[in-house]
Structures are given as structure tokens and as C-alpha cells.
């Protein structure tokens, strides 16, 4: 079995928390999740990912210019408050409601503002606990030589909020441009043009 293949497979295991007879992968991630716990700052720089193979297959290469930040965001749908002008609504409707972007995209956009001299490439779930979830985001560095010598970088160099324009992975299924076919008629433009239908 290739490292790949069995790298992949270590990653559901411990992912899934399953109990093997030669390896307890619950232990493992739960020491992994205490580790990150310990780590303060909502957004840290890491020497190396984690995750070596989802890494490399959502663009990251250990080169010059290409980094990792571990991100951490608080679970839940957000602060929502109960409408109070004047009336009681029966139907209040705010026990339900959703972030209107998903956690992984505030993850990429906390990275992105963080380091504001790179472009957010992509981004993976590294795991979480029950008050926060933890992603790894691949920047790049937009003025490091290295970046705009290599042609497969050099055009996401150029470009600016790729996170906030939703251009990431995350970002377009959360716009619903990851489907085709029938039945996705609403998903473009965008969104909004389409009375908000997409979703």
C-alpha cells in the first residue's frame, strides 16, 4: 500500500474515532484536540500541516512563499437576537437560524486578515471539540519571488480576496457552484440575483 493510500486511511480512523485492536485512534485524537486547545491564539502560524495528503491535493507544496495557519472558530449559528419592536411575533424564527457563510469560510477569512500579505489557496478540517472547530488554511505569499516565478501560483498571486469573494473551494460550494446539471438553474449568477433561491 502506497503512503498516500495508508495515509488516508490513518485520517478516517482517527477522524471516525474508531477503535482498532492494535491502535486506539480515539486517543490519538484526543490528545490531538487537547494540543490544540492549548494553542491561545485564534489563528497561529504552523511550520508543517498536519494533514500531509489533503494538503497536497488542495494545492500545497513545501516551497518558498506557501505556508500553513491552524484557525480555530467558535461552533454554533452566531449571535441572533429576538425581534422586540413592539410586537410578539408567533413565530419568532430566530431558535434556527444559520451563518450565512459557513464556519470554514470564517476560518479562511480570519487567516486572510490575519496575514494580509498572502492569499488564501485552501483550506481543510483538522478537527473539534464542543465549543470550537479547527481548520488548516494554505496561503501564499503574493510578493515572494518564488510565488510569481512558478506559473501554477503566479495567478492566484495576482488576484485579491480570494476568501472573502468566495473563489475557495468552501467558498463555491457554499455558493452552490460545486453542482451542475439540472435542478442548479438558480445557483447562477450568483445567490442574491436569483432571490436568494440558491440555497
Known sequence: ???????????????????????????????????????????????KPSNLVKARALGYKAKEGIFVALTKVRKGTG?????????KPKK????????????????EQRA???????????????????????????????????????????GIAKKTGRAERGLTSAGKKGRGLDKKGKGTEKNRPSIRSKGKKAK
Open 92 to 107: 419568532e424564527g430566530y431558535l434556527k437560524l444559520t451563518r450565512k457563510i459557513s464556519i470554514q469560510r470564517i476560518a
Open 112 to 154: 486572510s486578515r490575519k496575514f494580509s500579505n498572502a492569499e488564501v489557496l485552501n483550506s481543510y478540517w483538522v478537527g473539534e471539540d464542543g465549543k470550537d472547530k479547527y481548520y488548516e488554511v494554505i496561503l501564499v505569499d503574493k510578493n515572494h519571488p518564488a510565488i510569481l516565478a512558478d506559473k501554477a501560483y503566479s
Open 79 to 87: 449571535a441572533f437576537s429576538r425581534p422586540n419592536k413592539g410586537r
Open 1 to 47: 500500500m502506497s503512503f498516500t493510500k495508508q495515509f488516508k486511511k490513518v485520517s478516517v480512523n482517527i477522524r471516525k474515532k474508531t477503535k482498532d485492536s492494535d491502535y486506539d485512534y480515539r486517543k490519538v485524537y484526543s490528545d490531538k484536540m487537547i494540543a490544540l486547545r492549548k494553542k491561545r491564539a485564534s489563528v497561529a502560524k504552523l511550520d
